[in-house]
Nanobody, 122 residues
Framework: QVQLVESGGGLVQAGGSLRLSCRAS????????MGWYRQAPGKQRELVAD???????TYSNSGKGRFTISRDNAKNTWYLQMNSLKPEDTAVYYC????????????????WGQGIQVTVSS
C-alpha cells in the first residue's frame, strides 16, 4: 500500500506565498507521475501541475508562471511552491501519485492524499 501525507497549507494574504509538500511511503515502482490538484468551492477538481521522476513538468494555465512543482526522488517527496497567490487560488489541494509498470501505457495505480486547505484572503 502507498500512503500520501500533505503539509504546508494554511491562510495567507493575497500576494503571499506557500509551499506544499507531499511525501509518499510504501511500495513505489515503475514509471511515476507526481502531481497536485485542487478543488475550489462549487468547482470541479482540476490539475495544477505534475512532474515525472525524470523532471518533466506540466502546468495548468491557472498556476503557470506563479507556481513551481519540484521533487526529491530520494525522499519520495514533491512540492508545490505557490507565489503571488490570489483569492481565486483558495481551494483544497490534493497531492496525487500515479504508477505504471515500465512499458505499459496505462497507469496501474492512482493514489491521493487527504487534501489540505489553502485560503487566500483579499
Amino acid at each position: 500500500q502507498v500512503q500520501l501525507v500533505e503539509s504546508g497549507g494554511g491562510l495567507v494574504q493575497a500576494g503571499g506565498s506557500l509551499r506544499l509538500s507531499c511525501r509518499a511511503s510504501g511500495s513505489i515502482y515503475g514509471i511515476v507521475l507526481m502531481g497536485w490538484y485542487r478543488q475550489a468551492p462549487g468547482k470541479q477538481r482540476e490539475l495544477v501541475a505534475d512532474i515525472t521522476s525524470s523532471g518533466e513538468t506540466t502546468y495548468s494555465n491557472s498556476g503557470k508562471g506563479r507556481f513551481t512543482i519540484s521533487r526529491d526522488n530520494a525522499k519520495n517527496t514533491w512540492y508545490l511552491q505557490m507565489n503571488s497567490l490570489k483569492p481565486e487560488d483558495t481551494a483544497v489541494y490534493y497531492c496525487n501519485l500515479k504508477m505504471r509498470p515500465t512499458g505499459w501505457r496505462r497507469y496501474e495505480h492512482d493514489y491521493w492524499g487527504q487534501g489540505i486547505q489553502v485560503t487566500v484572503s483579499s
